[in-house]
């Protein structure tokens, strides 16, 4: 890829319309002091010092899509309550419609707070239904999301699943046909409940642990061959097109029409590895919709869930870092 190439694709993001489906969340951190353990059980004290909401599961997601300079629009269920309030408030402050969003009386939203001092995560408290949707809810949310597509059409759809409930096998087969039907291809960031729901998708990208769950074997990621043998039997029982399985320290493979590659991670100062996951597939979406190569799409994808991993908490890539980086790594795209 020359340089004048790779700035003419992240130009093309600019025009991409995003769909997002999924489970969206509250991200919430304190932050604080920890100069004493408790007298009450042995534990630190945290004494806050500041304290901040960030939008997290699908939405960060497509904090991800709009830092990258394309639309995202976002299919997902909230909580009727102060949380989803909270969420859609600062959806809007992001610039992001809150069209797509459901609010149930059956769930709550999902929150994470997590407790850092120090730069280090102290204790998470997750706050969260993993009910499914009920019938009703069913019909209610597919009906929004097929007024979305018939609307908005969206270049993409992007599947992320935390296993919170809204994304049920009938979700998943009903939305995946009408991706399929106005030609939109599907990238899947999964999870173990419907591992192996998402048949015919365009681009699936589970992690390591999570493809060696849903097959239920051991991988060692290491060995080339024992990967591409564990992709071969996930593609048989998936019949996707493309397989993106991020193998943390050690990269990223791709497999697909063009056959099977690893690239290796770049050497990068790790703070936090939150969110590094929704970078990846925000990046991968985007060049699956501009018809991208292969190699390009793992490559982009890799670099850019390094950059993120720099940075504390769950953030969103910056668009003209990941450009910088891009350009300097010209080589390897």
């Known amino acids: 890829m020359t340089n ?22 509250v991200d919430a951190y304190l932050w604080g002091k920890v100069n004493r353990i408790s007298p009450e059980a042995p534990v630190p004290v945290v004494q806050v010092t500041d ?24 299919c997902a269920l909230a909580g009727n309550d102060l949380k989803g309030k909270e969420m859609a408030d600062l959806m809007e402050s992001q610039g992001m419609s809150t069209e797509g969003i459901l609010y149930s009386g059956e769930r709550p939203t999902t ?21 499914p949707l009920s019938k009703l ?3 209610r949310f597919l009906d929004q999301v097929t007024k979305v597509v018939e609307d908005r059409k969206p270049d993409v759809l992007i599947f992320e699943d935390y296993n919170k409930g809204v994304l049920t096998q009938r979700v998943i087969k009903e939305l995946s ?4 039907s106005q030609g939109m291809p599907t990238a899947v960031d999964p999870k173990k409940n419907h591992f192996f729901d998402y048949l015919g998708v365009t681009l699936f990208k589970p992690n390591l642990k999570e493809l060696a769950e849903g097959l239920k074997i051991e ?11 564990a992709v071969e ?8 097109e493309m397989s993106l399985i991020t193998l943390s320290e050690l990269g990223i493979f791709i497999k697909g029409k063009d056959g099977s590659n690893r690239i290796p991670a770049h050497i990068r100062k790790i703070s936090d590895v939150s969110g590094a996951g929704d970078t990846v597939i925000s990046v991968a979406a985007l060049c699956l919709a501009l018809g991208a190569s292969e190699h390009h799409i793992a490559a982009l994808s890799n670099l850019a869930g390094g950059l993120v991993c720099e940075k504390v908490g769950v953030v969103p890539i910056d668009k003209e870092t990941f450009l910088a980086e891009a350009e300097k790594n010209l080589a390897e795209l």
């Not at 093309?12 to 999924?22: I, Q, S």
């Not at 929150?111 to 009910?131: G, N, P």
């Open 51 to 74: 304290k901040e909401n960030r939008l997290g599961g699908a939405a960060n997601v497509a904090l991800n899509i709009a830092s990258l300079g394309a639309t995202p629009i976002i």
């Open 137 to 139: 809810e069913e019909d």
């Open 177 to 180: 046909e009408l991706a399929k």
């Open 111 to 131: 929150v994470k707070t997590r407790v850092i001092s120090s730069h280090q995560h102290i204790v998470r408290v997750d706050e969260e239904s993993l009910m």
């Open 233 to 240: 039997e996930l593609e048989s029982r998936l019949n996707n």
């Open 4 to 25: 004048t190439e790779l700035r003419e694709l992240f130009e093309n993001f600019n025009r991409l319309k995003v769909l997002v489906v999924g489970d969206v969340m």
């Open 219 to 229: 991988i060692d990621k290491s060995n080339l061959h024992t990967l591409e043998k």
